[in-house]
């Protein structure tokens, strides 16, 4: 989620008449298939700000539509991989191609974030070509990944009756775009679906299971030999010990340049 100036009006549009969605029929794929990231895989996430291209890391995470193709090429000629930042589970009413959400899927406003809809991802005929064009967007740039924002819809107050089964095939179809474009795609939270969804992502990300203390259910991933990108806000839980195999950093909220990797109290 990026933090936004404009505000949005707090209620949801009607309820509706759509049913839920079929648990998916898309099957995972092999992730030999997709650039995977290996656990510990150093990285930066900056989605605010212009990005600092001198943290010397394997991977940069970067807001993919405020970053042009100049700042992905620079980034791989340093030896870099890069992962679009996509909100595909939010709507932003920043972004340039807000207008083509229909009113029917933009539910409650996620607390905390103005400006930030969430999304009725039981409609994917209405969401599916406004999210293939950003993932198009990411492939033109050059980018080398998706990390999807806001795939747990069906656990928040989002304003519609999403069920697990509703988000399982949402976060699959989503999964798929990406492959489909060749691009790998990483699992943003979403803890409780990890052992549905670990073969259908290529890595984690996720924001302060050490602080919740929820850092043993991504452990899926590493076991996967897949990266888990992980962030802590405060300076308290970043000094406990890292999970094995986690890429740990300290963050700012604002998810601007400012890093510094999590480092155990001796």
Same mark, same amino acid.
């Given at each position: 989620?990026?933090?936004?100036?404009?505000?949005?009006?707090?209620?949801?549009?009607?309820?509706?008449?759509?049913?839920?969605?079929?648990?998916?029929?898309?099957?995972?794929?092999?992730?030999?298939?997709?650039?995977?990231?290996?656990?510990?895989?150093?990285?930066?996430?900056?989605?605010?700000?212009?990005?600092?291209?001198?943290?010397?890391?394997?991977?940069?995470?970067?807001?993919?539509?405020?970053?042009?193709?100049?700042?992905?090429?620079?980034?791989?000629?340093?030896? /870099?991989?890069?992962?679009?930042?996509?909100?595909?589970?939010?709507?932003?009413?920043?972004?340039?191609?807000?207008?083509?959400?229909?009113?029917?899927?933009?539910?409650?406003?996620?607390?905390?974030?103005?400006?930030? /809809?969430?999304?009725?991802?039981? $409609?994917?005929?209405?969401?599916?070509?406004?999210?293939?064009?950003?993932?198009?967007?990411? /492939?033109?740039?050059?980018?080398?990944?998706?990390?999807?924002?806001?795939?747990?819809?069906?656990?928040?107050?989002?304003?519609?009756?999403?069920?697990?089964?509703?988000?399982?095939?949402?976060?699959? /179809?989503?999964?798929?775009?990406?492959?489909?474009?060749?691009?790998?795609?990483?699992?943003?939270?979403?803890?409780?679906?990890?052992?549905?969804?670990?073969?259908?992502?290529?890595?984690?990300?996720?924001?302060?299971?050490?602080?919740?203390?929820?850092?043993?259910?991504?452990?899926?991933?590493?076991?996967?030999?897949?990266?888990?990108?992980?962030?802590?806000?405060?300076?308290?839980?970043? $000094?406990?010990?890292?999970?094995?195999?986690?890429?740990?950093?300290?963050?700012?909220?604002?998810?601007?340049?400012?890093?510094?990797?999590?480092?155990? $109290?001796?």
């Amino acid at each position: 989620m990026l933090v936004a100036l404009l505000v949005v009006a707090g209620c949801s549009e009607p309820e509706p008449s759509a049913p839920p969605s079929p648990v998916s029929s898309v099957s995972p794929v092999s992730s030999g298939k997709y650039w995977t990231p290996a656990p510990g895989t150093t990285w930066q996430w900056q989605l605010s700000g212009t990005v600092d291209r001198s943290v010397d890391v394997a991977v940069y995470d970067i807001d993919g539509f405020t970053n042009g193709a100049d700042v992905v090429a620079s980034l791989h000629a340093a030896g /870099r991989k890069v992962i679009c930042y996509v909100n595909v589970g939010a709507a932003e009413d920043f972004r340039s191609d807000y207008r083509k959400f229909p009113a029917a899927v933009l539910g409650k406003g996620l607390d905390g974030w103005p400006g930030e /809809r969430w999304l009725d991802v039981r $409609r994917w005929e209405s969401l599916e070509p406004i999210m293939s064009a950003r993932f198009d967007m990411c /492939r033109t740039k050059g980018f080398d990944a998706i990390e999807p924002d806001n795939v747990d819809g069906f656990a928040n107050d989002s304003g519609f009756p999403l069920t697990s089964a509703d988000q399982l095939t949402y976060n699959r /179809r989503i999964a798929a775009l990406a492959h489909s474009r060749g691009l790998s795609i990483g699992l943003k939270n979403d803890l409780e679906q990890v052992p549905d969804l670990v073969n259908d992502f290529q890595f984690a990300v996720n924001e302060e299971c050490l602080a919740y203390d929820e850092c043993s259910e991504l452990k899926p991933f590493v076991d996967a030999g897949k990266a888990v990108f992980h962030v802590e806000y405060s300076d308290e839980p970043c $000094r406990k010990t890292t999970p094995p195999g986690f890429s740990s950093l300290r963050k700012n909220l604002e998810l601007d340049a400012f890093v510094r990797p999590c480092t155990p $109290r001796r």
